[in-house]
């Protein structure tokens, strides 16, 4: 966790380095971008995990040993996805911290009506993503995730380094840059722990319902089995 040794920054601070970083680390590796944002913000730093692999934890705990791992259990996780979240606990040098919606999935049934996600995923995805992330946030000057370009034409921009006006934090994508034949050779090289669902024919994985996650077909684009019909292409995490 943060602690209040650390430095931190105000927004027009962070806005400013934000800019001067996105230009100066545009072509700089992934471990040298994940060195300045360690150096920058110590332990107002953390990184976001899906827990789909450990690529970018396993990144960040080479450049700030016992990071911070953000983990969004919504209650609609897959089996698998959990167990990587706990091998991830046991075996690397991070603090994995769980996040959950303020409510149980029971509780927003009961408010909302049963399977929201499959008549509302956007207000779904406020309250059991978007919300708890924020909330977590809030002890941080920065965030690290393991969004990359290849991964779909919505996420073909994406910068390495960018100010989130709305949290009023500094978002990092190390890997922005990276392909798949990127990750796969840094997985290979780093011994690094995958969602098993990934060789289960799942490129992207999110929550279990079928209207939110979906195995991807030949020739699909890793995002493509997600909210699969439903016209959504992101949790709202990342907009
Ligand atoms: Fe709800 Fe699906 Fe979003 Fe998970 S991915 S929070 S189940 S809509």
């Not at 602690?3 to 590796?29: G, K, R, W, Y």
């Not at 990144?59 to 959990?82: K, Q, R, W």
């Not at 167990?83 to 408010?111: F, H, K, W, Y």
């Not at 289960?200 to 909210?227: F, H, K, M, N, Q």
Request: aromatic share 6%; net charge negative; hydrophobic share 40%.
């Amino acid at each position: 966790m943060t602690t209040e040794a650390e430095p931190t920054h105000t927004a027009e601070q962070l806005e400013a380095l934000a800019a001067t970083a996105a230009v100066e680390l545009e072509n700089a590796s992934a471990q040298e971008i994940m060195r300045w944002a360690a150096e920058t913000f110590g332990r107002r730093l953390a990184v976001t995990s899906s827990m789909e692999d450990a690529v970018v934890a396993h990144l960040a705990s080479t450049a700030l040993p016992g990071i911070d791992v953000i983990f969004l259990d919504t209650g609609y996780h897959f089996v698998e996805t959990i167990g990587t979240r706990d091998a991830v606990e046991a075996t690397m040098p991070v603090n994995v911290i769980t996040l959950t919606p303020r409510q149980s999935v029971a509780e927003q049934d009961a408010e909302y009506g049963p399977k929201l996600h499959d008549r509302d995923p956007d207000l779904c995805c406020k309250l059991r993503k978007v919300e708890p992330l924020n909330r977590g946030l809030a002890g941080y000057d920065a965030w690290a995730t393991g969004l990359r370009r290849d991964e779909s034409p919505t996420r073909a921009n994406t910068p390495v380094v960018a100010y989130d006006p709305k949290r009023q934090k500094v978002k990092i994508a190390p890997i922005a840059r990276w392909t798949q034949d990127d990750v796969d050779a840094y997985v290979a090289a780093n011994g690094i722990l995958l969602n098993p669902l990934l060789f289960d024919g799942y490129a992207s994985i999110g929550c279990s319902p079928e209207s939110c996650t979906r195995r991807v077909l030949e020739g699909e684009d890793a995002r493509s089995g997600r909210w699969s019909g439903a016209g959504k292409t992101e949790c709202g995490i990342h907009l």
